[in-house]
């Protein structure tokens, strides 16, 4: 699955004239379920590491995670903070309720002018995304 939502958000980079490699990417959630911190078994990771083979810079946003966790298991630095109008594109990937409740503008909001956002749980409208599967 991980390889089937970066090929279609690669497409869309490339419709859109952003080059993958060195794009800046959110992924908002890495746990394996919704309001849960389990980290083992999550699928996200292989989103994750494809992305990381086309040279995207990644970083990782997930209230839930363990911080020590993921960066000891799976290498992982959870982003504390988000940064304004910054993403080229942002998957949201693990529907906790902090995400619902953050709401699409305010998601969007850290993303660039041209940017992508790919909701993965389709926890939005869907007129509010660009991507969904």
Same mark, same amino acid.
């Given at each position: 699955m +991980? $390889?089937h939502v970066?090929?279609?958000?690669?497409k #869309?980079m490339?419709?859109?004239?952003? #080059?993958?490699?060195?794009? &800046?990417i959110?992924? $908002? +959630?890495? /746990?394996?379920?919704?309001?849960?911190p389990?980290?083992?078994? /999550?699928?996200v990771?292989?989103? =994750?590491?494809?992305?990381?083979? =086309?040279g995207?810079? /990644?970083d990782? =946003?997930?209230?839930?995670?363990? &911080?020590?966790?993921?960066?000891? *298991?799976?290498?992982? #630095?959870i982003?504390t903070?988000?940064?304004?109008k910054y =993403?080229?594109?942002?998957?949201?990937?693990?529907? *906790?309720e902090?995400?619902?409740? $953050?709401?699409? #503008?305010k998601?969007?909001?850290? +993303?660039?002018?041209? *940017?992508?956002?790919f909701?993965? &749980?389709?926890?939005?409208?869907?007129?509010?995304?660009?991507?969904?599967?």
């Amino acid at each position: 699955m +991980g $390889m089937h939502v970066v090929s279609q958000l690669l497409k #869309k980079m490339i419709e859109r004239d952003i #080059k993958p490699e060195g794009s &800046k990417i959110l992924l $908002m +959630g890495i /746990t394996f379920k919704e309001n849960c911190p389990d980290l083992r078994n /999550t699928r996200v990771i292989d989103i =994750y590491n494809e992305l990381k083979s =086309y040279g995207a810079i /990644t970083d990782v =946003y997930d209230p839930w995670a363990d &911080k020590t966790s993921a960066l000891s *298991h799976l290498n992982i #630095k959870i982003q504390t903070s988000l940064k304004k109008k910054y =993403y080229d594109a942002i998957i949201v990937a693990v529907a *906790h309720e902090e995400f619902v409740q $953050m709401g699409w #503008k305010k998601i969007r909001s850290f +993303g660039n002018t041209n *940017h992508i956002l790919f909701d993965l &749980k389709s926890i939005f409208p869907i007129n509010n995304s660009d991507l969904r599967l």
